[in-house]
């Protein structure tokens, strides 16, 4: 009980600022689960992708969405996957249908890339069954080319995924988040007090991630024994992509459900990746305990042109915070706040991002249990987000999000969705429409958006501001959209990009408040 009444005192402590006012989307995330079944994949669902997919220059929204069980497919109309036209002045036109986006599996995640390098975005599904890729065809609407691909032949429950290009060679190569070994068949009942609810991750078998090499001409070669993952078991929920040990090639951390982390440092130039979680210490916080890692994201919040990690876990476990030393990570999740912060939350999508325009990278959390809402201790369960603001680099709580609702929040993204200069959020949550957070906008800081599309691109505005290009954010989804830089009071800066293979570009004193692309030299 005292720890009830220190939380809702620093709730109330928080100032009151500008409302964040949620906007619903026309669909419901669909779990399967009922009051006497549920089967641990019913609280996993919620991945969401941002990207253009038309090219008309807005950003749309694709939400995945869950289905029946036993079977793990879509057997309903409100089962199908949702993809949002965005129409401009936030108003969105569900074009599910005859984009072809419906989708028959149960799902998790999403990740868009242009693996064809044709100049349109296209999406891979990670769901029960294994992934869907969907190739763009440029004109609204889009094929499943999976087999075509040879990506149809793993079944196993994927939870995320992401589009990297692991060795440099100019085209876009994926990885495959496992989770464990589930099956219908030989799923058990758990209780928790006194009512079913789902099961510990103890109880089910880790597994191996994939690794598929792009071969070109839209086919894909699994590499992964080759690349060393199947030596490397874990309980994957999502990823985070950068080059964090500085050698210029794409590396992977991954969080791992109550097993120790992993950490995927790219060696022989790609074709090779060694596991050093340990040896760069986030393999688990200081406790040496390994949390419920969930959602993750990689960015540079401390200014030091090197990406740190952030992770989502549950209550007690905080959202650990670790800080890029250039040959190791320094976990900071105490002196920043975080630990204070967090302790009493469960999170899920977790990402950096500037929400105020200050140039400091805040952090944005999709909250709430993984246990069921109905089940013993479900009426904890459901917790509103959060953003944790950078103030000299510690956090404190983001003013405007009081009253934000409660809900079984999972997938998180921002982006800048209707070209104010400041960045919108969007959320999904379990049984519940997907909300969109807009950003009021309220201050006059002036900012910069910097549409570079590469995974593995680094950007540099200004002398001390880094952003990463990725294609996986937050838990299980995917942002492909301008990288946003808030600037304060700056009336101009300066923007340098270097790619993947070193060719980089430098733009001096930059007009603000705009979007401005920057192509591949």
Known sequence: MRFLVTLTLSYALAAPGPVWTPQALPMVLKTGETLTNKPLPATMPGGLAIFDFDCDGQLDLFFTNGGDFPSGRKLRPDHANRLFRNLGAMRFADVTTSAGLSGTDYSFGATAGDFDADGHTD?????LHGVTLYRNRGNGTFADVTRQAGLAADTRWAAAAAWFDKDNDGDLDLVVIHYVAWDANTERKCIVDGKPDFCHPRHYA???????????????????????????????????????????????????DRVFNQLFLSRNQGKRFEESAFAWGVAAPLDGNPPSSMGTDAQDFDHDGRPDIIYSALRDETFPLYRN?????????????????????AGWGILFSDLDNDGEQDILVARSD?????????????????????????????????????????????????????????LTALEASPKILRNP??????????????????IRVGNSQWRFVSSASGYSSSIVAPQHFGLGDEKSTDVEVIWPGGATKLLKTVPVNRIIQVPRP
């Not at 246990?371 to 510690?394: M, T």
């Open 123 to 127: 999406l891979l599904v990670s769901g």
């Open 206 to 256: 880790a597994t191996t991630h994939s690794l598929y090499e792009n071969q070109g001409k839209g086919v894909f070669a699994d590499v992964s024994e080759a690349a060393g993952f199947n030596a490397h078991p874990g309980k994957g929920m999502s990823v985070a992509l950068a080059d964090f040990d500085g050698d210029g090639f794409t590396d992977l951390f991954i969080p791992n």
């Open 325 to 345: 030393t250039g040959s190791s990570f320094e976990e900071v999740t105490a002196p920043t706040r975080l630990n204070v912060l967090s302790r009493l939350m």
């Open 370 to 426: 993984a246990l069921s809402v109905s089940g013993g201790r479900g009426q904890a369960a459901k917790e509103p987000p959060s953003w944790f603001r950078q103030i000299d680099g510690r956090f404190e709580n983001g003013s405007g999000w009081e009253a934000l609702p409660r809900a079984m929040w999972r997938g998180a993204a921002a982006a800048d969705l209707n070209k104010d200069g400041c960045l919108d959020v969007v």
């Open 441 to 458: 906008c309220t201050g006059p800081a002036r900012w910069l958006a910097v549409d570079v599309q590469t995974p593995g691109a680094r």
